[in-house]
């Protein structure tokens, strides 16, 4: 058979365990523990009914057809009705008192049920809740002593219903062969749902710290990165009320105020954006949406600055070209790689802004003749490992803003990426689907 054959093959039969079992995401490990031991018994009885059958018992075959049935139903309610619990103790009642059962027609000590009922208890330890752990134990002692007892003092009871010797060896191996492998299969599979879970608390723990780190190193550059904008602030407003200052030179410092400005309230707004997604998460609205009437906006806010800094500004963009989209975010990720452009294009540059159709997908390009991005950066540009460089007339960022498009763009399933210019500059692309 083909080595891919046999790989789809597992991969089905993996996927229709799951299922069986219950999905990670939806059910809890004691429950997918509990399925899957439901789904291990309903086996082990459906083997022993002809099993107990053909080697003469015929009563403990009958009562491992009720146990069977009674199993399935109790499957059925903890896997698709969500009555775990309820499962979890009716199993455990019926089981012990249906093996009681078979124990005064399988031959009673001399039998193999003190096996069955060792084997039992190992299930019901691993299913049942922690607190109910001394219950069961007491009640699965004194359930086997009662019985022990009762062929003790009345051994007619428990009569011998192995037809011949071989029988008895046949049962009490078959048996053995049985708890082993459950037991095998049981400890295999709760070690492995153990280390799944310890190596995924792990992971969220790791996470966390980065997270925690790449936070912290946050919010200390943006305690830095304000205390500039403010003192320049109170040296120019210390500096009006001291001295008359030319009306040439005022004007250029008021310039370089509002440019200062500008950009820590876009700072400001992409630290708020980012604080509201890790308290809140993403809260997408999409919807039809207008790329022409969404990019203008956004551009209309910027004139000022790219006319101060001496940029050449020029738009290409399908006026009935219609995105789906969340216009908020959208824009959010228009302003910010808008922004970044302005930021890194030196005076007299040209920043280039395209939207059109690509097949079933809307292609929004910003293209610029900046300072590009350095290769050994390209790898982080979109995490918070980015860390922000001074931009061509030395503008102050904190990195966040790209971040923010990556994740934004993703919420709204489209994609973003860049590339450096063959000659100048670098472009960044977003595609989101056609409404």
């Known amino acids: 058979m083909p080595h ?10 993996q996927a229709r365990i799951l299922y069986l079992v219950g999905p990670p995401e939806e059910v809890t490990l004691e429950n997918r523990i509990f399925n899957s031991m439901c789904l291990i018994a309903i086996l082990v009885s459906a083997v022993q009914i002809p099993f107990n059958y053909f080697t003469g018992l015929k009563m403990t075959g009958l009562l491992f057809g009720v146990l069977l049935l009674a199993l399935a139903v109790l499957y059925y309610l903890s896997r698709f009705k969500n009555r775990a619990s309820l499962s979890i103790a009716i199993s455990v009642i019926t089981v012990n008192l249906l093996f009681g059962m078979v124990y005064f027609v399988s031959s009673g000590i001399s039998g193999a049920s003190l096996m069955t009922f060792t084997l039992t208890f190992f299930l019901v330890m691993i299913v049942s809740p922690r ?18 007892l009762t062929e003790y003092y009345y051994p007619e009871l428990v009569p011998n219903m192995y037809p011949d010797r071989q029988s008895k060896m046949v049962d009490l191996s078959a048996t053995y062969l049985t708890s082993v492998l459950v037991i095998f299969f049981g400890t295999l599979y ?31 550059i943006i305690s830095h990165d304000l205390r500039s904008p403010m003192a320049s602030i109170q040296s120019y407003l210390e500096l009006m009320k001291d001295i008359q200052l030319p009306a040439e030179q005022k004007l250029q410092l008021e310039a370089e105020l509002l440019q200062m400005v500008n950009n820590t309230q876009d700072m400001l707004y992409n630290m708020l954006l980012w604080s509201k997604t890790q308290l809140q998460g993403l809260t997408v609205h999409l919807s039809p949406v207008n790329v022409y009437h969404a990019v203008m906006p956004v551009l209309e806010i910027n ?53 059109s159709r690509q097949g079933k ?57 860049f590339e450096n210019n063959a000659d100048q500059g670098c472009s960044f692309y977003l595609v989101f689907p056609l409404a």
């Open 4 to 13: 891919s054959m046999i790989s789809d093959y597992s991969k089905r039969l």
């Open 131 to 148: 607190g109910q752990y001394i219950w069961w134990l007491g009640f699965n002692l004194l359930l086997v002593a009662a019985l022990v």
């Open 190 to 220: 709760l070690k492995n749902a153990y280390n799944r879970e310890k190596q995924q608390g792990e992971e969220k723990t790791r996470v966390l710290e980065v997270m925690n780190t790449e936070k912290n190193k946050l919010f200390s």
């Open 303 to 355: 004139t000022s600055l790219i006319t101060n800094k001496g940029l050449h500004l020029e738009t290409r963009i399908d006026q009935t070209l219609m995105a789906m989209a969340d216009l908020n975010m959208l824009q959010l990720i228009i302003r910010n790689l808008i922004g970044n452009s302005i930021k890194f294009t030196a005076p007299g540059g040209h920043i280039f802004i395209e939207a």
């Open 361 to 417: 997908e809307c292609l929004i390009t910003i293209r610029d003749t900046g300072t590009g991005i350095d290769a050994k950066r390209a790898h982080e540009i979109f995490s918070l490992k980015a860390r922000s460089t001074f931009g061509t007339s030395n503008e102050k960022g904190i990195g966040l803003g790209l971040y923010l498009c990556k994740e934004y763009t993703a919420a709204q399933h489209g994609r973003i990426w």
